[in-house]
């Protein structure tokens, strides 16, 4: 239950830690494998407290934004963002592009009047129905920009230091292997691993500056 409580509020702040804490709950379920009921109850517990933090402000959403979504409703206006003709792996050269001076709410006033005629829940849905529609008909498009954002991510591009966070990257990912790859430390592996996988995994499908790798890097260090 604290744990549960632990992460809810930690969502209330970043919500894009869920998938770290699913790749956890999936260790948790496989550990627990040979007693599902108990594994149930851990689950089921955990949930509880999450839904004890979370609720008021899930609350707050469809009282004030008229809809129900997670925490925040911003993924829609992202994915659109970050996925059309001349899109770049970089939220830094999107910013600069004429693309995002036209389409975005902080630097379009038709895209401001916009929203502030739908209301903020039903315009993200309309950016996340043309996001999914451009990628739908964009497969290869959207697949290199996903490879790029990956390459973006782990291995970005800086003036001066960029071959020392390279080394970094590169040798903690061998860490990670050698944890994997020792039999009484593949637990630690696969927990590392899911924060890494987890955290990471939304940076894969929208754009991304050096800031969000951050949280991180001490897991590449350690």
């Given at each position: 239950?604290?744990?549960g409580?632990?992460?809810?509020?930690?969502?209330?702040?970043?919500?894009?830690?869920?998938?770290?804490?699913?790749?956890?709950?999936?260790i948790?379920?496989?550990?627990?494998?040979p007693?599902?009921?108990?594994?149930?109850?851990?689950?089921?517990?955990?949930?509880?407290?999450?839904?004890?933090?979370?609720?008021?402000?899930?609350?707050?959403?469809?009282?004030?934004?008229?809809?129900?979504?997670?925490?925040?409703?911003?993924?829609?206006?992202?994915?659109?963002?970050?996925?059309?003709?001349?899109?770049?792996?970089?939220?830094?050269?999107?910013?600069?592009?004429?693309y995002?001076?036209?389409?975005?709410?902080?630097?379009?006033?038709?895209?401001?009047?916009?929203?502030?005629?739908?209301g903020?829940?039903?315009?993200?849905?309309?950016k996340?129905?043309?996001?999914l529609?451009?990628?739908?008909?964009?497969?290869?498009v959207?697949?290199?920009?996903t490879?790029?954002?990956?390459?973006?991510?782990?291995?970005?591009?800086?003036?001066?230091?960029?071959?020392?966070?390279?080394?970094?990257?590169?040798?903690?990912?061998?860490?990670?292997?050698?944890?994997?790859?020792a039999?009484?430390?593949?637990l630690?592996?696969?927990?590392?691993?899911?924060?890494?996988?987890?955290?990471?995994?939304?940076?894969?499908?929208v754009?991304?500056?050096?800031?969000?790798?951050?949280?991180?890097?001490?897991?590449?260090?350690?």
């Amino acid at each position: 239950l604290r744990t549960g409580l632990f992460w809810g509020a930690g969502f209330l702040l970043a919500p894009t830690v869920l998938p770290v804490l699913l790749g956890f709950l999936a260790i948790g379920a496989w550990r627990l494998r040979p007693s599902v009921g108990v594994a149930c109850r851990w689950v089921a517990v955990l949930s509880a407290g999450v839904t004890m933090i979370t609720a008021p402000w899930l609350a707050r959403n469809v009282s004030q934004l008229g809809g129900l979504f997670f925490v925040r409703d911003d993924l829609g206006l992202e994915l659109f963002v970050s996925n059309h003709d001349g899109a770049s792996a970089s939220a830094t050269a999107n910013y600069r592009s004429p693309y995002w001076v036209t389409a975005h709410p902080f630097s379009s006033a038709g895209a401001a009047a916009e929203l502030a005629r739908m209301g903020e829940w039903a315009f993200e849905r309309r950016k996340l129905g043309e996001a999914l529609e451009w990628i739908g008909s964009h497969p290869r498009v959207f697949a290199a920009l996903t490879a790029a954002r990956v390459r973006a991510f782990w291995f970005p591009t800086l003036p001066r230091w960029g071959w020392l966070l390279w080394t970094a990257t590169a040798a903690g990912l061998a860490g990670l292997l050698l944890l994997l790859l020792a039999r009484d430390s593949r637990l630690a592996a696969m927990t590392l691993g899911s924060i890494l996988v987890g955290y990471s995994a939304i940076y894969m499908v929208v754009q991304s500056t050096l800031r969000y790798q951050h949280p991180l890097w001490w897991i590449q260090l350690l």
